[in-house]
């Protein structure tokens, strides 16, 4: 009688993992990985603790098994709420509506949207800023260039995560550009704004670093539908706007 209780609740903490596989793959991955994007990512603070419990508990019973240890009413107890919330939680996730511009959090809105929404506002801003200043230059300062990507205290995210966490976009300025930055500096990740200036600071190009694999991999420039850069520029300033 007793082994088959050993049995019982191995199978049940077993089929327990069996069920949450898909969402602790996704952590994992998530975890190890500099840079990644999953649109079904797990609600970690759920999954993250019920993963390690469950797994827990299988190696106990399993030594328990072998080892012959007394069994307190508490783990038979565990065993069953363990199994139990792991399939309500799975349930749950395949029957939630794939949300439609409603995400939990802004960073889990997909990179492509958060990244290109970026672009445009440091595109925007510092179009405004060469309107403004007096000598009708493109700016180069790292700081100022961050501030246009702040929403508050924050960086913008960029809809990937790093080791799990949200990853804000990176800003990397390229001084004395003739052109875009059209491949990835050797250490930078997927979320990174590279702005190239030209020497006199009369043009830029924006160009955005995604992942060329996903959900995760090497970094690669972003690219259209049709395999082409995204580059967001503008023309040399007007000759009667320059000093």
Request: proline share 8%.
């Amino acid at each position: 009688m007793r082994l088959l209780k050993f049995v019982i609740y191995i199978g049940m903490l077993a089929a327990a993992l069996v069920l949450g596989i898909p969402k602790w793959k996704i952590l994992v991955i998530s975890l190890i990985s500099p840079a990644s994007y999953f649109p079904d990512f797990p609600f970690w603070p759920l999954w993250l603790p019920l993963g390690l419990m469950v797994l827990g508990y299988l190696v106990y019973f399993l030594l328990g098994a072998g080892l012959r240890f007394q069994i307190s009413f508490k783990h038979h107890v565990m065993v069953v709420v363990l199994f139990g919330a792991v399939l309500i939680a799975r349930v749950a996730a395949l029957l939630a509506p794939v949300p439609e511009g409603n995400w939990r959090d802004e960073g889990d809105a997909p990179p492509q949207l958060l990244m290109a929404r970026a672009a445009a506002r440091l595109k925007s801003s510092v179009d405004q800023y060469a309107h403004d200043t007096d000598n009708r230059t493109y700016p180069a300062d790292p700081g100022i260039l961050s501030d246009f990507l702040r929403s508050g205290k924050r960086l913008a995210p960029s809809g990937f995560r790093s080791h799990a966490l949200q990853a804000p976009v990176r800003l990397v300025v390229v001084g004395e550009a003739d052109g875009p930055l059209l491949e990835v500096r050797p250490g930078d990740q997927a979320g990174t704004i590279y702005y190239a200036l030209s020497e006199d600071q009369s043009r830029y190009w924006i160009t955005l670093v995604g992942l060329a694999e996903l959900p995760a991999g090497r970094p690669g420039i972003m690219q259209t539908a049709d395999h082409q850069p995204i580059v967001l520029s503008t023309d040399r300033l007007p000759a009667e706007e320059e000093e």
